[in-house]
């Protein structure tokens, strides 16, 4: 076994014989493959002395926070560099100058906030340049025009809030440009001028308000775009005009209508993906000759007589349409293609709950007469913006018929009671980033049809208990970053429709008892960041349709076990990044049949109890114990279903009482990364590659049969019973 010295040594000996070339410290040369990798060594400067003949250099990992111009000027046959993780924050005019031959630049995860227009001069031949995961809030036109045989631009998981036009000028080839998670807000028109290669832009996970149907229309050869998870409420007339375009993905926004000549314009399109909006209806789309999919599931659909024409028209063009009737209650639950079209009916008896749910025809401008100084109206859209406006009072006076209002980034201080009178229509109130402390009692009355509320970035500690009162349609509600230190007891009971409550990064230190009476069909719960270092038994009683719970980064120091007692529809739990040291029996018993996704990761964790994993078993489809400290595993022969197992960054004792872990990672067929720690002489090697030989006859240590403290559901639960049945497939693991 060669120690990681000698391999240097080994490398540096080879090279010594040929060119008078020394490998840099800390680095490992391959002379034979041309390669270098300094992985992981604080360096705190890119290596002087690399042999000039390098077409691989690897420094992921170090600490190099300026990258000077002309850095790379003794290595000129580069053709792949990495340098993700390694605290950059500055490239420096020229910085890649002489890499001409270069053709991959992974600088993802670093601390980039600006990119200058000089910043990628000289890599003419670059082919992918990878900058997620950084800080960038700015790149300067021009920065991109050097690089004509790019094909693939990630600029995930950054900070853009503005793309300027003519900003991509110069990638005469390119073929993708990844935008997803920013919080682009404003798209130029030009933005997106001439790049008629482009075959696929991804915008998810931004904070568009409306489409950018200027600067979208001039991509002709687009063929997907990806503009999911953005706060969308309405898609207009002709609003997307694109040629090419074949797969659009509006999925997981906040779509109340779409226009049935919206992609009238863009007539190749095969496939729209409408996946959780709050959509009642749809009309046939009009100008589709090749449409084969629309995705209309997690929509509430009503099945009524106005969705008899589009249940024509998928019948008549074979267009799949995953539609779910979500109502009138006789239909619910049925698929749309299993009803007969003559079957959607509009009852003459409609109660009035269902009347409600009948959608107003998008009305057109006439409405939209005034608007509040200081605001810009956009009739065509239903939208109002008076973001960053200075404002100190909530302007009055808006159009009634406004879906969307912005009002993020002014200086409120309070919401004043019935703040909004005027509002009837609107579904989704953008309030982010205002300095509000208080919220006062039915501040919001009125908003009938309000599904989201975002109080993101504000100085919340408190709210009043009638603060939510008047806007019942409430789904989804955004409290994170402000500053409160435990949920407002009753803060919920008007919230009757309550999905997703977003309370990360507060300082709540504890979960009492009944904190969420009245939010009875809460799904999500985020609570991550936070310093929890309790959860009551009965803290989450109320929302037994609980499906996701984080508890992430906080202090809580072992599974809350007896606070999931009821809550049988649990499928995730997040419990990464606190300090669990120790898991014992039974931990996750009272979820075992419903969980599907379970997050033990960054914990210190440094022992898992034989019975810890008790009822889990073939339901589970992801486990995350990676970052901590356990030396073994308890059998984990019941997780026959697995998609993702992470187990990186544990010290394995790889010693016979391994054999058992050994055995089954080697019947996966996933990839699993784990390394033995110890003895010394495998250290470093995987899990898998390790010969157990000399553990022949060595007899597994059985789970002593484990009786567990913890109590069963007071009720019985639905969905988990196993039901004594030997054929396969009875017990439902999934919704
Ligand atoms: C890395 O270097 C910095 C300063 O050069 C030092 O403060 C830090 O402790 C070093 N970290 C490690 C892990 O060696
Ligand atoms: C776009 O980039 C982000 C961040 O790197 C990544 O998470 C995402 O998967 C990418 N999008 C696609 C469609 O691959
Ligand atoms: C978005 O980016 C942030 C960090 O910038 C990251 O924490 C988050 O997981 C990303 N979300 C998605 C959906 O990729
Ligand atoms: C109308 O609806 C009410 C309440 O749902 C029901 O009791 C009644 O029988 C209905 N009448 C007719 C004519 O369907
Ligand atoms: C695995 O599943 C079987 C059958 O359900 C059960 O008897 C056994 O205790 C489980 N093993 C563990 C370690 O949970
Ligand atoms: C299991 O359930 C299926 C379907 O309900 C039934 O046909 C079968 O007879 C059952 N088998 C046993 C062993 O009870």
Redesign the pocket.
Known sequence: MLTFANLVLFYLTLAGTGRSERCPQFCICDNIKHSVTCVNKNLTRVPVTIPQLTNKLDIHGNNIKVIPGSAFLPIPYLTHLNMQKCNIETIEEGAFRGLGRLVYLNLGSNNIAFIYQESFDGLSFLQQLVLENNHIEEIKPGAFSQLGFLNLLNLGNNFLVYLPDMIFQGLHQIKWINLSNNTLNIVADQAFAGLPTLKRLSLDHNELQYLPNEALSKLSGVTRLDLGWNPLTFIGEEAVQMDSLKQVFLNDMALQDVSHNAFEKSPSLTLIDFQNNQLKMMQPMTGLKQIKKVNLKGNPIHCNCYMRPFKEWVDKSTIQANTVCSSPISFRGEHLESLRAIDLKC???I?EVEEEQVPAPITSTEEFTSCPQNCVCRPDLLHVSCENKGHRKIPKGFPANTRLLDLQRNEFHTVPKNSFPDLKNLVSLHLQNCHIAELQSRAFLGMKKMIYLYLSNNKLSTINTAAFEGIPQLTYLYLDHNQFTKIPKGAFKFLPNLFALHLQYNSISFLSDDMMTGAEKLRWLCLTGNNINYVSPMALHATEELEKLHLDENVLSEVPTSALLNLPMLGELKLSKNPIKYIGNGAFLPVASSLQHLYLDNLGLEKISAGAFAGLGPGMRSLYLENNKLPNLPSMNNFTNLEVIDLGDNPFVCNCQLLPLHRWIEKLNLKVDATCELPANVHGQRVKDISFKTCLGWKEEKPKSTEHKVKTNKKPIKRSQKIPNTSKGMINKSR
Do not use: Q
Request: no cysteine.
């Open positions: 009852d003459s008896n109660s």
